[in-house]
């Protein structure tokens, strides 16, 4: 009777015994079917992985021409914008040189000129003072005057236009007297009292007239 219970006992154990095992082999036939399907999702990812970076690299191959093209244009576009820049400063500097220059020279004049317009109204004076203009003093006065205003003239001096009836100026004309008078609007010149010059642009001295109110 003891054997059969220690028999009976024995074979329980071993029934228990065999129970985890074929657990075991369950769960190591999931696990390997769990990796299985892992593998082959990382071999998808890769794959895919793989083609997008071929199709970016083709991409950027496709593009770097005309990549490169609209590098190179722009580098043109700004080397073509800095040549007419310095070409304009350089057209500049030589038209301010050259009025420079010009008027270096004709300011140079300017004291002896100034000096010498006294002498152009005496002589102006001298000459009005003949009654006889057929008379071979006046002749020779006048020879001279003209020769001195034709000089003066080459060197840049110039006579102010003041004559009777035109409109007062006052950026050329000094008007010392005013007077009314029927035979001319207002603001004419009605007499030049003393004549005007200038220097290029510059003048030297307006001219002294009478205008009419």
Known sequence: MEKEIKNSVDK???LNNEEPTENLEVEKDENVEDCSVDSKADSDY??????TKEEIIEEGVDCEPE???????NKL???EDAYM????EYANYRRRTSEEKSSIGLFANEKIMNELIPVIDNMERALSSFEDKENPLYKGVELVYKQMIEALNKN???SISSEIGEDFDPNFHMAVLQEENSDFEAGKIVMVLQNGYKLGNKVLRAAMVKVSC
Request: charged share 40%.
């Open 12 to 14: 329980e154990e071993s």
């Open 46 to 51: 890769n794959l895919e992985t793989d083609q």
């Open 67 to 73: 990549f490169q093209i609209r590098i190179l244009e």
């Open 77 to 79: 576009k700004e080397q």
């Open 85 to 88: 820049r310095i070409n304009a």
């Open 156 to 158: 840049g001096l110039e």
